[in-house]
């Protein structure tokens, strides 16, 4: 390492003289700062003592080795190629760092987020840091903190970078560090200054070196400098660790990690890129399996599988006993040593935008419990790899964040994740009941439900027009059960098709009447000639005496209905109203013969309410029983299909593409001698009821 040399020549000197001594420790390239617990002058003071030996179990402490700008890729080779013997005496596997793309937890790789996610065990979600921009706060507990409230020992902390310095400085100020040192890019220094404070009885220190990076950007990833100072700082690594094992009556946990890695240039651009992505950790001691193997992913999927940089301080923790319970947990890092955690915890909206499916990896043992915001919610079998939360309490549409713990065994890993909940509308209000004074006036009524139909009121007669040309079928209707389906496709010689009521008392001839039905139609197979649905009249031509309702084309989805009455010479027509395709309408035509008008109504599930209501009937009222007996997919001739064709007997069935035959259906239909009102035939459609509920 060739930076600061003066400044390394002083560090030398100063260590030289008493280690207790603050000047030692400012003399290393930086300032010293001490807290104001047990140890008062940085790595100085009275050495730990060490206790005889059999005395007691041996106390256990913990060395944390950070080195920017090492890639997991140069610390293999080096490792591979007999370079780097002191790391090659730990474990090193691959770890991701910048959280998970396109999650909450994503954030970019550069160092100070890197470093707050290995100090904290969480990422930039839960400590805010998401730049290397100055001044920045961490709103996550530090490593150090957690370690003050377990009574754990005094702490110490010294950096090559002032930025680390200043990060760490609140926890300094509040008595969570005991000593932070500021070597300001002496790598010397930070190498010294650490195993004095290893060597007089610190329980934690942090040592952060920074010299890797700098080489990366100066000269590249492939540069002898590169090389060399990863050489210098393997050996400042042996150094470190070989203070520790001159304590007595000790256990050490030596981790080793980077921040982040680098991209191919060698340089910090921050992008989630695999190698951005890719840094590692080593540790001396045997880990669970979550740490993986040596091989490096290739993806960032693959990549994803493995440990992680906030592994780190949980794993600190649990080794010194400190690790929050499940209740308190708040770390999306797991421990990598004893029980194996579960990984790739991540949470998303369920598809019902009220519920939140938690996915994660299992380890191979450990039944799983399951905690929203510190409670325990589920309690599942060992292996289990997800959970639906659909109990989230929620009533108000947003965005609601919730950490998640999730504990195999006695190994928790949490997660913040939010659900996008989208409040259910309302339910719908109940159906209107169906007017009981809809048996006022009703003059017949087929239900139908069976063949022959039959009239529930024995007023009038329903049949194929030929009984060799019956194509009556039942089908499923609105109400579920069943309706009469009509095709015209079956034709006799004569052409005779479709259906035909007769009435003993012509509703046609009272002075109000009302006709109403369920109708469904493909709307498949219409021309402009028009298509009967139900008429008494010859429907060759509007004109023609009696009532006509008919189908016309209209757009993809529906059609159009048009009501028609005439007598000979004039004609009334309603044409603005539609049905859709393939669903069940309700029509109805009703006629005040006193007064002169003609309401129109369809009820569609799809086009609402269309009406048309007091349009002038000028027509002369006597010819509107036509020829007395109305068709059903048919006109009052029984025989529209062949005379649209200007055809007669024999006749074959489609013999002209002008007036194609066509499938039909019908139910529920009724005859009033009254004009039935607009709420009335509401309720007839929305109840969703027929009328055979009121009849007994």
Same mark, same amino acid.
């Given at each position: 390492m060739t930076r600061h040399t003066v400044a390394q020549f002083a560090c030398g000197l100063a260590l030289l003289g008493a280690l207790g001594a603050t000047a030692a420790l400012s003399g290393c390239g930086g300032a010293s700062q001490s807290g104001s617990g047990n140890v008062n002058n940085g790595a100085g003071g009275t050495p730990a003592s060490t206790p005889a030996a059999g005395t007691a179990p041996p106390a256990r402490k913990m060395l944390l080795i950070e080195l920017d700008g090492v890639t997991y890729s140069a610390l293999s080779a080096g490792i591979a190629g007999?370079?780097?013997?002191?790391?090659?005496?730990?474990?090193?596997?691959?770890?991701?760092?910048?959280?998970?793309?396109?999650?909450?937890?994503?954030?970019?790789?550069?160092?100070?987020p890197g470093w707050a996610s290995v100090l904290?065990?969480?990422?930039?979600?839960?400590?805010?840091?998401?730049?290397?921009a100055p001044n920045q706060a961490l709103h996550s507990s530090t490593v150090f903190q957690r370690l003050k409230s377990a009574g754990a020992g005094s702490t110490g902390a010294v950096v090559d970078s002032e930025s680390?310095?200043?990060?760490?400085?609140?926890?300094?100020?509040?008595?969570?560090l005991n000593t932070l040192v500021n070597c300001a890019s002496v790598d010397t220094c930070v190498t010294q200054t650490g195993a004095g404070m290893i060597g007089n009885g610190y329980s934690f220190v942090v040592a952060?070196?920074?010299?890797?990076?700098?080489?990366? +950007?100066?000269?590249?990833l492939a540069s002898t400098n590169y090389a060399n100072t990863l050489v210098q700082l393997d050996a400042a690594v042996g150094t470190l660790i070989g203070e520790t094992a001159k304590r007595s009556n000790e256990s050490w946990l030596v981790m080793v990690t980077a921040g982040h890695g680098l991209n191919a240039a060698g340089g910090t651009d921050g992008l989630p890129l695999p190698p951005e992505s890719t840094s590692f950790i080593a540790l001396n001691q045997t880990p669970n399996a979550r740490l993986g193997n040596t091989a490096a992913p290739a993806t960032m999927a693959a990549l994803?599988?493995?440990?992680?940089?906030?592994?780190?301080?949980?794993?600190?923790?649990?080794?010194?006993?400190a690790l929050p319970d499940a209740a308190s947990y708040a770390l999306d890092g797991g421990q990598l040593l004893g029980a194996t955690p579960v990984s790739q915890l991540l949470g998303t909206t369920g598809s019902d935008n009220a519920s939140l499916v938690l996915k994660w990896t299992a380890p191979a043992s450990g039944a799983i419990s399951v905690l929203r915001n510190g409670s325990v919610i589920a309690s599942l079998p060992a292996g289990t790899a997800t959970y639906t939360d659909n109990q989230l309490g929620l009533t108000t549409t947003g965005v609601y964040p919730f950490n998640y713990t999730v504990v195999a065994g006695s190994a928790p890993l949490s997660t913040i994740t939010q659900v996008v909940y989208v409040q259910p509308p309302p339910p719908p209000p109940p159906p209107p009941p169906l007017a009981t004074t809809l048996t006022t006036? +009703?003059?017949?009524?087929?239900?139908?439900?069976?063949?022959?139909?039959?009239?529930?009121?024995?007023?009038?007669?329903?049949?194929?027009?030929?009984?060799?040309?019956?194509?009556?079928? +039942?089908?499923?209707?609105?109400?579920?059960?069943?309706?009469?389906?009509?095709?015209?496709?079956?034709?006799?010689?004569?052409?005779f098709d479709g259906y035909k009521l007769a009435q003993i008392d012509d509703v046609t001839t009272h002075a109000q009447f009302t006709i109403g039905f369920w109708f469904y139609t493909s709307c498949a197979n219409l021309t402009g000639n028009g298509t009967p649905v139900f008429s008494n009249k010859n429907y060759y031509s509007g004109g023609n005496a009696g009532i006509a309702i008919g189908l016309f084309p209209g757009s993809g989805t529906s059609c159009n209905i048009r009501f028609n009455v005439g007598d000979g010479s004039t004609r009334n027509d309603i044409n603005s109203l539609n049905v859709s395709a393939n669903k069940w309408t309700y029509l109805a035509l009703s006629i005040d013969t006193a007064a002169k008008t003609i309401n129109a109504y369809i009820f569609d599930p799809v086009l609402g309410e269309q009406k048309v209501l007091g349009q002038t009937l000028s027509v002369n009222i006597a010819k509107l029983p036509g020829l007395g007996v109305f068709g059903l997919n048919e006109d009052g001739t029984g025989r529209?299909?062949?005379?649209?064709?200007?055809?007669?007997?024999?006749?074959?069935v489609g013999e002209c593409a002008a007036t194609p035959p066509d499938v039909q259906a019908f139910s529920d239909l009724a005859l009033w001698t009254r004009i039935v009102t607009e709420a009335e035939l509401q309720s007839v459609y929305g109840s969703g009821q027929p009328l055979s509920t009121l009849i007994h």
């Open positions: 007999g370079k780097l013997p002191n790391l090659a005496k730990l474990t090193v596997a691959p770890a991701y760092s910048g959280g998970v793309n396109g999650t909450l937890s994503q954030q970019p790789n550069l160092d100070t904290t065990g969480t990422w930039a979600d839960r400590h805010q840091i998401n730049s290397d680390l310095a200043a990060l760490l400085s609140p926890d300094q100020n509040a008595g969570y952060q070196y920074h010299s890797a990076q700098d080489a990366a +950007l100066n000269t590249g994803y599988t493995r440990a992680s940089i906030a592994d780190v301080t949980p794993t600190l923790l649990a080794y010194q006993g006036g +009703l003059s017949s009524y087929y239900p139908f439900g069976a063949l022959p139909p039959a009239d529930r009121l024995n007023a009038s007669t329903m049949a194929p027009w030929a009984a060799d040309a019956d194509a009556g079928t +039942l089908v499923a209707d609105p109400f579920g059960g069943k309706g009469l389906q009509i095709d015209t496709h079956t034709v006799d010689s004569n052409g529209y299909y062949m005379n649209a064709c200007n055809d007669s007997p024999p006749y074959t």
